[in-house]
């Protein structure tokens, strides 16, 4: 631990003890070279959190969809000795590769961080290579970071092969607590199985956790991403999740918080389409007041996107389809629909396509997180009508 780390969550600690008992025993063995691998799939909140604790704990209830096809796969090699004591200093320094970069970084800082908490005392002097990409490009709105540690908390999974000493409830437990340690976000991510819907719930009594939320079944919604803008943000998250509790509509947002979790639970249960979508355009509207009222503000809700809102709700309420749009931290518009709508969505996007300047990903289905080999199996397969759309090119 380095003198600024607090303490981990007690949860957390538990589970580490336990490593750190499997590892006296010898029966976690991590010799210099050994490898791990994992993949996960980054997320679209319908009920997002904004403002957060320490350790990346969200300050409330927050819900999202799995964005299956769009995922970070993450591979880890131990770079160290191996004590059986664990007290030998570290002899290496954390690197990363990732896609486009031609020679391995130092880790950032907020990496570091988490490989130093994640092996805490059990396996301290070991350091770690992440060579990690995703297959979607970053700043275009689609939670790279979440998928980005949801995948590290598998590749670290399957190096100390968790799926051997722990019950696969256990294994979901560490990986959404490992995740989180990285983004609150990415505790979503990292929800192992087919789960669309992932709540992280927070409970002050038992700690807090990520859990998937049972649809309704046949309840499945299309997805995919109006990509206007892909400068980087002017203000990151983490500076924005501080800024936030200077809008003076944060306690205000904050005090129905848990109220509107718990219904955009129910409607999914239910496969309540229509309080889906009111709570989650309710929500974007709600999270973009607070941060276009923080200080310093974060200005994501702008004309452009605003004026495609509109004609977006016009149309869709003209036609009467089932669609509905919510934004991320950033500009670009996120479009849910059951796929009757996707007539409408297709012709609403080639539209404001046509004049340039806009472009189109679209979301397919894809397994949660995954350690191991059945990461390496993960096959993307997207909504049939979908692909004369892909990458931006409407038909
Ligand atoms: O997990 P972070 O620190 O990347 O923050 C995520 C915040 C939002 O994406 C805006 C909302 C959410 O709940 O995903």
Redo the contacts with the bound molecule.
Sequence with gaps: MTPTDSPLPASLSALQDRLRDLRAQGQILLQNGDRGFGTAPS???L????G?HSD?Q?QNS?L?LNLGSFRATTEVVVRGRFYPQGSAPALHSNTVLFAGMTEPAPADRKLDRWISRVFADWASEIRMHVRSENNFPSACGV?S??AGYAALAAAVADLLQLERHFSATELQTWLTEWARLG????A?SAIPGAAEFVA?ERDDVDGSFAHPVPASPGFELGHCLLVLDTSPKSVS??E??EAARHSPFFAVRAAGMERRFRAMCAAVAAGDFSTVATLAEEDAFA?HAIMQTSEPASRHLDSRNSQIIARFVAGRDQARVPAFWTL??GPNVHILFLREALPFVRDFLARECAGGGASVLWGGKGPGALPGSRARAVVHTDLPDDRAFRMGEPA
């Design positions: 997320n679209i909140a009920i997002k959190y904004w957060k990346q969200p927050n999202s939670a970071s979440a983004s609150g976000s990415a979503r992280w998250s983490s924005g999740h999270i991320d931290a």
